[in-house]
């Protein structure tokens, strides 16, 4: 275990539903991320959280709405998704300043049905 | 933000040979390039990273070059060896130095012939 850790491993939505993603770190970092990965893009900045706040917002769709509530802890929660927001969202966790590397999770593969 | 390009997209080469792969960003002000390894099922785990004060860093078989002029860096593994197949990816800052958040490239699908 490299001490960020997502739930579900694996999630199955339909296009009504709402669903949330969990991401947890014990590292000590203060700073998260949210990245899709798919085969058009390979790893796609979504969100950035410095501090507990937002610092960056990459242009994604309002279906995507973060939130982080610690340093610890960041969720994406879903709603009314399409068909092609299914991949792998990972969640990674760095020291802030912008001069270090992520921790990744594992993921959550995400199918849109 | 940050612009990051990667090449080549799939490089092979023979156990034993080296290994480089080429990124090149636009923003001058980043300080900062990681590079990632990511195996087939697996997170995508840091192997190198540099910081712009300093032109080369080596971690055993790896090592990374940074030419500040030209924008661009690169992954050299020297040696390869059947547990170096995976997509390599490089990165830089996302919205110049200091700010947190990277850009990555498109990947670079290493394989390992023996």
């Known amino acids: 275990e490299t001490g960020v850790t997502q739930t579900p491993r694996h999630l199955v939505m339909g296009m009504t539903n709402k669903k949330s993603l969990k991401c947890e770190q014990h590292?000590?970092?203060?700073?998260m991320y949210w990245y899709k990965q798919s085969a058009k893009k390979p790893l796609e900045l979504m969100f950035v959280?410095?501090?507990?706040?937002?610092?960056e917002n990459n242009s994604v769709p309002s279906r995507f709405s973060p939130e982080c509530p610690n340093s610890s802890h960041l969720f994406l929660h879903l709603h009314t998704l399409q068909p092609e927001d299914s991949a792998l969202y990972l969640c990674?966790?760095?020291?802030?300043?912008?001069?270090?590397?992520?921790?990744f999770g594992s993921g959550t593969r995400l199918t849109v049905v | 933000g940050e612009n990051v390009e990667q090449h080549p997209s799939t490089l092979s080469v023979q156990e034993g040979d080296s290994a480089v792969i080429k990124c090149t960003y636009s923003?001058?002000?980043?300080?900062?390039f990681p590079w990632y390894k990511q195996e087939l099922g697996k997170r995508p785990q840091l192997i190198i990273d540099?910081?712009?004060?300093?032109g080369e860093k080596k971690d055993q078989r790896i090592a990374v070059t940074l030419n500040k002029t030209a924008k661009h860096f690169s992954l050299h593994i020297t040696e390869t060896q059947p547990e170096d197949s995976a997509v390599y990816f490089c990165?830089?800052?996302?919205?110049?130095?200091?700010?947190?958040?990277?850009?990555f490239g498109k990947g670079t699908h290493l394989i390992i012939q023996p």
């Open positions: 990674a966790s760095s020291r802030s300043g912008g001069l270090y590397g992520y921790t």
């Open positions: 590292l000590g970092h203060n700073a």
């Open positions: 959280y410095s501090l507990e706040e937002r610092v």
């Open positions: 923003d001058s002000a980043s300080n900062y």
């Open positions: 540099i910081r712009s004060n300093v």
């Open positions: 990165a830089a800052p996302y919205s110049g130095g200091g700010a947190d958040g990277l850009t």
